[in-house]
């Protein structure tokens, strides 16, 4: 059997940027998840010293559908089995023990991901894709790199697809395009104000927009129609070499083009096969030079 998980996850990351009374549910919840699940709206803000509107108010503040929406998340999480967490490299590490953390690192954030991302939400932004006249994934450095991908991705199913990290030229495009545009996006922090400034500008020009953030509110965010969410990931030491957190951004980016090349199979396999012979017609004159 399956279950919804992912509830602890989003109260640990949204914890230190909640309000004090919102904080203090969190925490309760987070101490006693196997009480929490067993209350109802009003006993869990008598237990942790708040209120039921408190309770309700951290609901909306993680993006969930109500109180019955975390419970169900946290029972799903109290099945499951334990798992290493996050591990950081150490002065000198050894090669394995590198491989061993490093690879920990990459499944726990899949995870995570996975548990973080709302399928309603998706199946809003696989619409929008599948549908868009043009594409454009807009990301800032490490998240360049992800926009890069997901410009090949859909490239190659014949979208019309562009990607851009210079925010002067990615403005350019914006400015020239019209309401049947989608707009992605992307910031693990979700505080880059050149994409939040993108976003925001396509909003004005009635396009549709996409962010992909770690979890929890942002600038980014703020000016998204659909909001998707990675894991933040606990990596204190490293976590400017974007390393479990591209691993995030990956996994979303191909979730939705799996997503958008299914409901167009029969088209998605001819372009495939025509891009494949495209580039090995390519490859194979340059060999036979």
């Known amino acids: 059997m399956s279950y919804m998980t992912g509830g602890l996850t989003m109260l640990t990351e949204m914890l230190p940027t909640l309000p004090p009374s919102e904080k ?33 108010r951290l609901c909306k503040s993680l993006d969930l559908n109500g109180f019955q929406d975390l419970k169900f998340r946290i029972a799903g999480d109290i099945q499951k089995t334990t798992n290493e967490g996050f591990r950081d490299i150490k002065p000198n590490e050894p090669l394995q023990a590198i491989i061993d953390k490093m690879t920990n690192n990459s499944i726990q954030t899949i995870r995570e991901t996975a548990e973080l991302l709302r399928t309603d939400e998706l199946e809003k932004a696989v619409h929008l894709l599948l549908h868009a006249k ?25 979208k019309t697809v562009h990607a851009f990290s210079d925010i002067h030229m990615a403005a350019t495009l914006v400015a020239n395009g019209d309401e049947d545009d989608v707009v992605v996006g992307i910031s693990f922090s979700g505080e880059t104000k050149e994409v939040a400034k993108i976003l925001e500008l396509a909003k004005m020009k009635n396009m549709k927009t996409i962010s992909l953030t770690k979890y929890g509110s ?42 958008v090349a299914t409901l167009k199979y029969e088209e998605t396999v001819e372009y495939i096969d025509v891009t494949r012979d495209a580039i090995n017609f390519i490859t194979m004159n340059d060999k036979k030079k």
């Open 218 to 259: 942002s600038k980014v965010a703020d000016h998204a129609d659909i909001r998707l969410y990675t894991s933040a990931t606990r990596e204190p030491t490293f976590r400017s070499g974007a390393t479990s957190s591209r691993i995030g951004q990956l996994q979303v980016i191909d979730i939705l083009f799996m997503r």
């Open 24 to 56: 203090k549910i969190a925490s309760y919840i987070i101490s006693h998840p196997e009480e929490a699940i067993k209350l109802t709206v009003q006993e869990l803000g008598k237990r942790s010293e708040t209120s039921g509107a408190a309770v309700i």
């Open 134 to 158: 043009k594409i454009h994934f807009i990301g800032v450095g490490a998240s360049g790199i992800i926009a890069k991908d997901a410009e090949q991705k859909f490239l190659r199913i014949n």
